[in-house]
C-alpha cells in the first residue's frame, strides 16, 4: 500500500491514507506528502473520491464501509497499481518464495545498466531508499502479489514465476486452486512477451512447458542441465556467493553479496529479465547485481555484538522459512564455529493449521527454536492453533535441538541473550511484530557485555 501511495504522490494527486499503528513507513510517507491518520475513521475520508484498499482491510472497516455507502469509486490495491504502470514495458514478478528479492534485485541491476526503472516492490530497497519510485525508463517492475489471486490484473510484457507451491489455503482453498492461479497468471503476459521461470521448482517448469507448447516465449534458470541459463556452481564465503552460470552456452560469473542458494536463483531470474527481456548488456546486468546489497527484513543483518550476528527475515511460509535457515546454518559452518538460534512467529492460523509440520522441517537445522504465539494479522484466532502445532513436532524430529513453545517477547530475548555466544547467529523470522525483537536483542547482548552500540 505505501508503494501504491508513493507513485500516486510522485504523479502529483493528492494522497490521504490511514493505518491501525503508526511506525516509520507512516513517517515517511508523511515526509513524501500524504496526510496520514493512525486508526480508522469515516472522516479521513475529506473530500477523496477514489478509496485504494489491500486484501487486509475488511468489509466492516469504518472507512470503507463509509466510502461504498458514499458511493465512491473503491480500487483494490493491484487495481491501482496496474493502472500506474499504463504505458510502460510491464515487468511482474510473481511466485510463492523470492518475488520481493527478486524485484528489488531486478531494480537495482536495471538501474546500476542505466535503465533508470519505474518500481513498486513489496519490501523497502535500502540502496534506493524506498521501495517505490518513478522512473524516466521505459520499464515498470512490479511485485505481483499471488496472496489474494489479483497478480492477474497487471498483462504485463515480461511475467516471472520463481516458485509454484501451495500457499494461502485460506484463500484459494486447494493446491491445485492455486497452480490455477498461475496458469491465469502467465496467460495475461502479452502477445509477443516473455515468461521467465525456475526450471528447479516443479510448478515452475510444469508452467513454463505449458507455456511454451502454447507458442509462448520461455526461458528458464537454475540447476537443471536443460535450463536456458544454467547455475554450474556456487562457492560461499560469509555472506557472499559467487556462482559460475552458462548461458546458452557462454559462460559467465554472479557475485552476489547476500548468501544462500535461493539469492542465487532470484538473480538468475532477475538477469534472464534485464538481458532476454529488455535487451540489456549481460555484464553491465551482473555487475549491478554484485552491487545488490538486500531487501529490508529479507535476511537483513541488524547489528553484531560480542560475535552474536542477528538477523532478521519476513520468511512465512514453510519453503522461505527453510531457506533462511539453511542459509544462516551455511554461513556459521563455514565460519567452523557456532550455532543459529531462531525466534519464529507463526503468521496466519490458517497457514500454522495447514503447514504445521512442514515448518517443523523446515526449523530443523537450527540448535534453538522458540516459537512464538500465532500472529493473526487478518484471521481471528483457531482454537487448537497454536505455537504447539510447530513445536511438538519439531521437538520429535532428529537432531539435537532446544525447543521452546510460546514464550513471551520478553522471555524470548532474555533466553537469546543468555544462550547466544560468539560466532552464532541469531534468526527473528516471521512476516508480523517479531521483527521488534531485533534491537532488544542487541541492547541485552550489549548490556551483558558491556558493549557500546
Do not use: W
Not at 18 to 47: C, F, I, M, N
Not at 73 to 98: F, M
Request: with cysteine.
Amino acid at each position: 500500500m505505501s508503494a501504491v501511495a508513493r507513485l500516486l504522490l510522485s504523479r502529483g494527486v493528492t494522497v490521504s491514507g490511514s493505518d491501525a499503528a503508526d511506525g516509520p513507513v507512516l513517517e515517511a510517507l508523511r515526509q513524501a506528502g500524504a496526510t496520514v491518520h493512525v486508526g480508522h475513521d469515516p472522516a479521513h475520508l475529506g473530500s477523496a473520491d477514489t478509496v485504494v484498499v489491500s486484501s487486509a482491510i475488511r468489509e466492516d472497516n469504518p472507512e470503507l464501509a463509509a466510502a461504498r455507502a458514499a458511493g465512491l469509486l473503491v480500487l483494490h490495491r493491484a487495481q491501482a497499481l496496474a493502472a500506474l504502470t499504463a504505458g510502460r514495458r510491464g515487468v511482474a514478478v510473481a511466485g510463492a518464495n523470492g518475488k520481493t528479492t527478486t524485484t528489488a534485485m531486478l531494480t537495482v541491476a536495471l538501474a546500476a545498466a542505466g535503465a533508470d526503472p519505474s518500481f513498486a516492490c513489496g519490501g523497502e530497497i535500502p540502496q534506493l531508499g524506498t521501495n517505490a519510485a518513478v522512473g524516466d525508463g521505459p520499464a515498470f517492475v512490479v511485485e505481483a502479489d499471488e496472496s489474494d489471486g489479483t497478480f492477474v490484473v497487471y498483462r504485463p510484457e515480461i511475467g516471472v514465476v520463481t516458485t509454484v507451491q501451495p500457499d494461502h489455503l485460506d484463500f484459494y482453498g486447494t493446491a491445485e486452486a492455486v497452480t490455477d492461479a498461475y496458469r491465469e497468471f502467465a496467460a495475461t503476459i502479452a502477445d509477443g512477451g516473455l515468461l521467465v521461470a525456475s526450471a528447479d521448482d516443479p510448478g515452475a517448469r510444469s508452467l513454463a512447458e505449458q507455456e511454451r507448447a502454447r507458442g509462448r516465449r520461455v526461458v528458464t534458470f537454475g540447476r537443471a542441465e536443460d535450463a536456458d541459463l544454467v547455475v554450474v556452481s556456487t562457492a560461499e564465503e560469509g555472506l557472499a556467493t559467487r556462482t559460475v552460470l552458462r548461458d546458452r552456452g557462454v559462460p559467465r560469473t554472479l557475485d552476489l553479496a547476500v548468501p544462500g542458494d535461493h539469492n542465487v536463483a532470484n538473480a538468475c531470474a532477475a538477469h534472464l529479465v534485464a538481458v532476454e527481456g529488455l535487451g540489456l548488456d549481460p555484464e553491465a546486468v551482473l555487475a549491478g547485481l554484485a552491487g545488490f546489497t538486500g531487501v529490508r527484513r529479507r535476511f537483513e543483518v541488524r547489528g553484531e555484538v560480542d560475535g552474536v550476528t542477528v538477523v532478521d527475515d519476513y520468511a512465512h511460509n514453510p519453503a522461505k522459512v527453510a531457506a533462511v535457515v539453511a542459509a544462516a546454518a551455511g554461513v556459521v559452518r563455514r565460519a567452523g564455529t557456532g550455532r543459529v538460534l531462531v525466534v519464529f512467529q507463526p503468521h496466519l492460523y490458517s497457514r500454522t493449521r495447514d503447514f504445521a509440520e512442514a515448518f517443523a522441517r523446515a526449523l530443523a537445522p537450527a540448535d534453538l527454536v522458540l516459537v512464538l504465539d500465532v500472529f493473526g494479522a487478518r484471521e481471528d484466532p483457531v482454537p487448537g492453533v497454536g505455537p504447539d502445532l510447530v513445536a511438538t513436532p519439531l521437538a520429535g524430529l532428529a537432531g539435537e535441538r532446544t525447543v521452546v513453545s510460546g514464550p513471551s517477547r520478553e522471555d524470548a530475548v532474555d533466553r537469546l541473550v543468555a544462550a547466544a555466544g560468539p560466532g552464532d547467529l541469531v534468526l527473528t523470522v516471521g512476516a508480523g511484530d517479531v521483527t521488534r525483537l531485533g534491537p532488544p536483542i542487541l541492547e541485552g547482548l550489549r548490556a551483558r557485555t558491556g558493549a557500546t552500540p
